[in-house]
């Protein structure tokens, strides 16, 4: 999946950087990725309603987002 990924930057001419890094699960875990990267740090979340309907968001991570809202 990820070779496709790439070749499919590739193809587009994009230029990326691949960051390798551990798991996180906060935004102040995440800081030492933020602090490597250049741009703003991002929250995302891959959320699940009582109805089997699936949401992925991403916010700024200084932004706190209204779950009830989505």
Known sequence: MMD???ILLKKLHLTYQKFDHKPVSTVEEAQFIKDHLNGIGCKNLFL?????HY???LLNDQKKGDL???
């Open 55 to 57: 949401y992925f968001i």
């Open 4 to 6: 496709e990924l790439f």
């Open 68 to 70: 009830k809202y989505y």
């Open 48 to 52: 699940k309603d009582k109805d089997n």
